[in-house]
């Protein structure tokens, strides 16, 4: 049998940007870069090797809901990446997150580990990416589908 796959994942945001990736047996979630632009095209490239490089066929991008549930003006920009995406990666399966308190976990986090200011603040978005990568493998883990 087959391993199911790498999967990548996206914590979007407008000058920094979360990328975190899971193994092919989708055990293990974890930070692999934090893309610093605000270049939509550098952004778009940097997914894409992160996508390529892992020939990962799922994309899950963090979706920033307000905490009633709603959608705000953030997830337009959301959906609008992902449409960029998938006119660069056709084929890709892309599956929009709920990533509500995940900055503010990421942060928790980090201070916890005795990481603080300019370092802290390097990191959050690549952890944010990686729970938010783990809460969507704990989905497919609750769901026996892993």
Do not use: F
């Amino acid at each position: 049998m087959s391993a199911p796959g790498a999967i990548v994942a996206v914590d979007y945001g407008d000058k920094r940007t979360g990328l975190a990736a899971c193994d092919s047996m989708r055990i293990a979630a974890m930070p692999i870069a934090v893309v610093e632009t605000t270049d939509p095209e550098q952004l778009l490239e940097a997914i894409v090797d992160a996508v390529d490089d892992r020939n990962a066929k799922i994309l899950v991008v963090g979706l920033p809901l307000h905490m009633s549930g709603h959608a705000g003006a953030r997830v337009a920009k959301v959906r609008e990446l992902c449409d960029q995406i998938r006119r660069r990666i056709p084929g890709i399966e892309i599956i929009e997150w709920d990533e509500r308190l995940t900055t503010k976990a990421a942060t928790y986090l980090l201070a916890e580990a005795g990481i603080k200011g300019k370092k802290r603040k390097q990191q959050i978005d690549a952890v944010a990416a990686t729970l938010i990568l783990r809460s969507y493998l704990k989905s497919l883990e609750d769901a026996g589908a892993r």
